[in-house]
């Protein structure tokens, strides 16, 4: 809500901008010459830039934040500088050449950057898609673990089951390798087994089979650790 009312607000000061913009340069100018027209289109270039800038703040999507922040203060600093020059080059008689060389220049920086803001922003999107896939195996099987723990009513066999799920916890939930991908594999097929004898089992063979759990996640954590 704070987003759209910001977009609102940037799209407003714009519009109004943009109207006095061109009441002063058609009123107080006489003389139409191709460095006003210049000056003039990449002014409202400016102008339109910042429109956008309130339209893409209005936008309710969490992950156009950055791309959101960078647009609101980059734009600001070519919007004013744009606006300075514009207004210089319009009031001060000179060849067309100079304002043009300079004007393309000061929009050809602000569009490099938001490119390359867009660019890291879609990366950043990327990177997090891949720590959720690379986390999702271990988060389930911790809840799993405490599901089966939190429902055992024998208590030495719920005392083994939480060490087994605090083990699991407290893993590091990243698999980033084929080797660790492996291990998970093999750590979910031993819980699945446990799973289906833990109600039936006696507490030394919970432990028989809890173990293997236990070795492997050592295994895992030592995996991850020299893997970062």
Not at 82 to 111: D, N, R
Not at 167 to 183: E, F, G, H, V, Y
């Amino acid at each position: 809500m704070q987003d759209k009312k910001i977009g609102i607000l940037v799209i407003i000061i714009s519009l109004v901008g943009l109207g006095v913009y061109n009441l002063c340069a058609f009123l107080l100018v006489s003389n139409y010459t191709s460095t006003f027209w210049v000056s003039y289109i990449f002014t409202t270039i400016a102008f339109f830039a910042q429109i956008i800038v309130g339209l893409i703040f209005g936008r309710s999507d969490a992950n156009s934040k950055f791309l959101q922040l960078t647009l609101l203060y980059f734009g600001g600093i070519y919007f004013v500088i744009q606006l300075v020059a514009g207004i210089l080059f319009m009031i001060i008689p000179m060849s067309v050449t100079l304002p043009l060389i300079l004007q393309v220049c000061i929009f050809a920086i602000y569009l490099s950057i938001i490119l390359a803001s867009t660019s890291a922003k879609e990366q950043i999107t990327k990177t997090e898609a891949n720590i959720n896939i690379a986390t999702f195996n271990i988060k389930m099987l911790a809840i799993d673990a405490e599901h089966l723990y939190m429902s055992e009513v024998n208590e030495n066999k719920k005392t083994e089951l939480k060490k087994m799920y605090e083990a699991i916890r407290d893993s590091d939930p990243m698999s980033t390798t084929d080797a660790i991908k492996n291990l998970d594999l093999q750590i979910d097929a031993a819980f699945k087994s446990l799973s289906t004898i833990v109600d039936s089992c006696t507490v030394e063979e919970l432990n028989r089979e809890i173990k293997p759990i236990l070795d492997l996640l050592t295994k895992r954590n030592l995996l991850c650790k020299s893997s970062k």
